[in-house]
T-cell receptor, first 117, second 111 residues
Framework: NAGVTQTPKFQVLKTGQSMTLQCAQD?????MSWYRQDPGMGLRLIHY???????DQGEVPNGYNVSRSTTEDFPLRLLSAAPSQTSVYFC????????????????FGPGTRLTVL | LAKTTQPISMDSYEGQEVNITCSHN???????ITWYQQFPSQGPRFIIQ???TKVTNEVASLFIPADRKSSTLSLPRVSLSDTAVYYC????????????FGTGTQLKVEL
């Protein structure tokens, strides 16, 4: 298994441009999520999905859109990039939402480092 | 969501045992304590999870007292490669849909 993959690894945008960060997992996980990490900070949840066709907002959703048309893919769209969105973006996935005593193992991708000028 | 508090940084030397304590005074009955490790330029990696007493795996041990208001991650005989940020999280039963990462503890291991 490749696990969680993210593309691109690096991206530079100009203010106002739009782009999509790609995330895919091959573990058949139901739950996927997007986090951003700013320098010296912990991760903050942007959006998450508990299954195909179902998405919800996290802590910092403004300026981002997501969709979940398949179990494998969970793209993150920046509608109009702003310098405040300069960050490292991590995608994560987890399985087994319904098991009460499941180990909470979230698998994180390698991240996309985004700079908005 | 239960808030966690842990030291901002710790220093150690190779071969020593490192204990990182996390306080979570508002932990709920169904919550689990989970630790993640993050190396520079990488995503966090799950280390260990526990509910009470002691849990041990090939990487670390987790000690949780009876009142569960704190927990201690123990890394035996650390090496340079254990230099990383360690996050303590409190997660609801069945796993958390909204993980809350604090700033974590930056562990630096030196020769």
């Amino acid at each position: 298994n490749a696990g969680v993959t993210q593309t691109p690894k690096f991206q530079v945008l100009k203010t106002g441009q739009s782009m999509t960060l790609q995330c895919a997992q091959d573990m058949n996980h139901e739950y996927m999520s997007w986090y951003r990490q700013d320098p010296g900070m912990g991760l903050r949840l942007i959006h998450y999905s508990v299954g195909a066709g179902i998405t919800d907002q996290g802590e910092v959703p403004n300026g981002y859109n997501v969709s979940r048309s398949t179990t494998e893919d969970f793209p993150l769209r920046l509608l109009s990039a702003a310098p405040s969105q300069t960050s490292v973006y991590f995608c994560a996935s987890r399985q087994d939402l319904r098991a009460v005593h499941s180990t909470d193992t979230q698998y994180f991708g390698p991240g996309t480092r985004l700079t908005v000028l | 969501l239960a808030k966690t508090t842990q030291p901002i940084s710790m220093d150690s030397y190779e071969g020593q045992e490192v204990n990182i304590t996390c306080s979570h005074n508002n932990i709920a009955t169904n919550d689990y304590i989970t630790w993640y490790q993050q190396f520079p330029s990488q995503g966090p990696r799950f280390i260990i999870q526990g509910y009470k007493t002691k849990v041990t795996n090939e990487v670390a041990s987790l000690f949780i007292p009876a009142d569960r208001k704190s927990s201690t991650l123990s890394l035996p005989r650390v090496s340079l490669s254990d230099t990383a940020v360690y996050y303590c999280l409190v997660v609801g039963a069945g796993g958390g849909n909204k993980l809350t990462f604090g700033t974590g503890t930056q562990l630096k291991v030196e020769l």
